[in-house]
């Protein structure tokens, strides 16, 4: 029992790290993923902004982005000026280079530097607005902010975190099964398949700018509501079989 204890982890990582070492090839397969963002998905408008640095210099310099802000009026919800009181969302997506081993990977691995501690992870079906059902990854973790002005440690927010890959034809959330697919596009067809990885990031309980805490269940609803609209315009289901 000990030995085959033993052989799984080893030969897991043999399988992870042979994807270094597989042939590069001419021919590319472009990811379903739409990359420039619309103005407004729903009731959330949303506000492009561009990579930060540490994203840039860690990943492949072919690496592409489309990031933004996406605010959503609270139904009922008003500042002392009158003003709208929004959710909030984080909205990332990163296409990956040629080289894919630096140009994508689990968001797990690099949360933690910007402040996430990991509580749990689980996958999740999401209904998309086109009838179709997709399983996502779902974290729950607590991001802790430093304050710019001292670099000390400042406030703490729950957090939740939807993720999951689009390539050619397929949609993955695991990231394993996303590299067996890589190695099995490049050994038996071939080519090269672009990935694109999709985060949604909310934060719930206390707010500052919100009156009302927020619960887990609302920001769960409202990251599926968006993610499910969002699938259904920036996703090209043609290349993507049922």
Not at 135 to 147: A, D, E, K, P, W
Not at 164 to 181: A, C, K, M, P, Y
Not at 193 to 212: D, L
């Amino acid at each position: 029992m000990k030995v085959r204890a033993f052989i799984l982890p080893v030969l897991l990582a043999t399988t992870l790290a042979s994807t270094y070492f597989l042939p590069q090839t001419g021919a590319t397969a472009t990811s379903a993923i739409r990359m420039t963002l619309p103005s407004a998905i729903g009731f959330w408008q949303l506000q492009t902004m561009p990579p930060s640095e540490a994203e840039i210099g860690t990943l492949a310099k072919d690496t592409k982005f489309s990031k933004a802000i996406c605010l959503c009026p609270r139904l009922g919800e008003y500042s002392q000026e009158g003003l709208d009181i929004p959710d909030r969302v984080d909205l990332s997506v990163v296409l990956s280079g040629h080289d894919l081993n630096n140009s994508i990977h689990r968001p797990e691995r690099c949360m933690p530097a910007q402040g996430h501690k990991l509580l749990s992870s689980k996958d999740v079906p999401l209904n998309l607005a086109n009838g179709r059902t997709i399983t996502v990854r779902r974290l729950h973790s607590i991001q802790t902010l430093t304050n710019p002005a001292n670099r000390k440690l400042d406030r703490s927010y729950h957090c939740v975190t939807y993720y999951f890959f689009v390539g050619h034809n397929r949609i993955e959330h695991d990231h394993l099964q996303r590299t067996i697919s890589d190695m099995s596009d490049r050994i038996v067809r071939g080519i090269d398949q672009r990935w694109a990885y999709i985060s949604a990031s909310m934060w719930y309980g206390k707010i500052p700018w919100i009156e009302v805490p927020v619960t887990e269940q609302e920001a769960d609803s409202k990251l599926q509501s968006l993610l499910a609209q969002f699938a259904k315009i920036q996703i090209n289901w043609q290349q993507i079989p049922k």
